[in-house]
């Protein structure tokens, strides 16, 4: 196992996690990576570590490049274990280096790791040289943790953004050009709308500090280094912070006797009447980050749930849950579902997505069965109160 090289004496040691299926609740069909990074100057940094059953890939790619005990710094850009996980491991090997952190970072990690004493906490801005790098430290606060930080090395015009820019994808690539680019960006949509969502306004703070920056490479601590497409993934991030949607709806529900499916389906009926794309999410067979990233960028989001128990079907009530998590904005909601005879379930979604400050269409539901009239009348009440919203473009 060996070190890459992404530019003139900077490495990625990091490790691949090809079998990776489950990040806390988000799905990783594709695996992930933990990229851990080597700078080697007059004094050598290592860039955030890897979980910690990768601790022995990392190690040996470092050695490819160095002697380990010759690390000066470990710059750790985040406090959460798939970064830290590796900590002491390397310590053990380079007992004389100091942990370079946020003052958060600081609090967390020695919340964490008992055992490590040596920090040098670094403010907003500050600047630390290697020897013929200067690396700046850039607070992310809440990106996604109060911790996160960014390094730029402005020799090199290389920001290490840490979670920010990641996607989940395990590969033997190493550089965004190298790597089909749908499945990129597909990934990075997937990573902000379930990881950064709730947190726009923190990501528009970090944009607005990295603008003056000169950046030709970002290399995330999850997925492919951007040697290209930057300002194609910053445009996206720009977009996702500010809830900035698209003429396209997302139709999520779950069914018991497919009543509630039938609806679904005349709901999507009527988008596709209106010329507005949608896609349907069957709680059954869709999982819920799947969903997330679907709404990312749609403006309409209708949720459909039977009645169960006087409530909201499970799936679509821990969806909902899921959702109202990650605070998606600006969007136009719509509840709809059929029951047999409380009929609770349709009033509690709706009320969700007013909490959520969505533009609510009045809902719509259906005892037991809908019929052809039933579904008419759906089409049309919907159909209306689309056409009220529906960008005139
Ligand atoms: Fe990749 Fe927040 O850890």
């Known amino acids: 196992m060996k070190a890459f090289k992404i530019k003139e004496n900077i490495y990625w040691v990091g490790g691949i996690d090809w079998d990776l299926r489950d990040f806390h609740g988000y799905t990783t069909e594709r695996g992930s990576t933990y990229n851990s990074y080597l700078i080697v100057d007059k004094k050598v940094a290592l860039v955030d570590t890897v979980k910690h059953y990768l601790s022995d890939d990392m190690v040996e790619r470092i050695k490819s490049v160095i002697d380990p005990s010759k690390i000066d710094y470990i710059i750790a850009q985040h406090v959460e274990m798939d970064h830290s996980g590796s900590l002491e491991k390397i310590i053990s090997l380079a007992p004389n280096a100091t942990i370079v952190t946020s003052p958060f970072g600081e609090k967390g990690l020695r919340q964490h790791f008992p055992s490590i004493k040596s920090y040098k906490v670094v403010k907003n801005l500050e600047t630390l040289s290697t020897g013929k790098y200067t690396l700046t ?54 990573y902000y709308a379930n990881i950064v969502l709730p947190y726009g306004n923190q990501v528009k703070k970090v944009l607005e500090q990295a603008k003056p920056l000169k950046i030709e490479m970002i290399a995330p601590s999850h997925g492919l280094i951007f040697d290209r497409y930057i300002d194609k993934i910053c445009e996206l991030y720009e977009k996702w912070a500010n809830n900035r949607t698209d003429e396209k709806a997302v139709i999520i529900y779950d069914t018991m006797w497919d009543s509630t499916k039938k609806l679904a389906h005349a709901v999507s009926e009527v988008f596709e009447s209106l010329d507005i794309p949608y896609e349907l999410c069957n709680l059954k067979v869709t999982n819920f980050s799947n969903c997330i990233t679907r709404l990312i960028d749609a403006k309409y989001i209708a949720i459909g749930s039977p009645t169960l128990n006087s409530s909201i079907y499970p799936s679509v009530a821990g969806f909902l849950n899921y959702m109202s998590g990650l605070c998606p904005k600006n969007r136009v909601g719509f509840a709809f579902g059929s029951y047999g005879w409380g009929g609770q379930s349709i009033p509690k ?42 960008d005139s473009k």
């Open 137 to 190: 430290f850039i607070l992310e606060n809440m990106v996604h943790w109060p911790d996160n930080m960014g390094t730029y090395i402005q020799e090199e015009n290389l920001l290490f953004s840490q979670d920010a820019f990641g996607q989940h994808i395990a590969s033997y690539q190493r550089f965004a050009s190298e790597y089909p680019e749908g499945i990129l960006f597909e990934e990075a949509k997937k």
């Open 349 to 390: 979604v709706e009320e969700i997505l007013k909490q959520l400050n969505f533009d609510v269409i009045p809902s719509f539901s259906c005892q037991y069965i809908p019929f052809e009239d039933t579904l008419d009348k759906l089409k049309k009440n919907l159909a209306d109160e689309i056409l009220k919203r529906k």
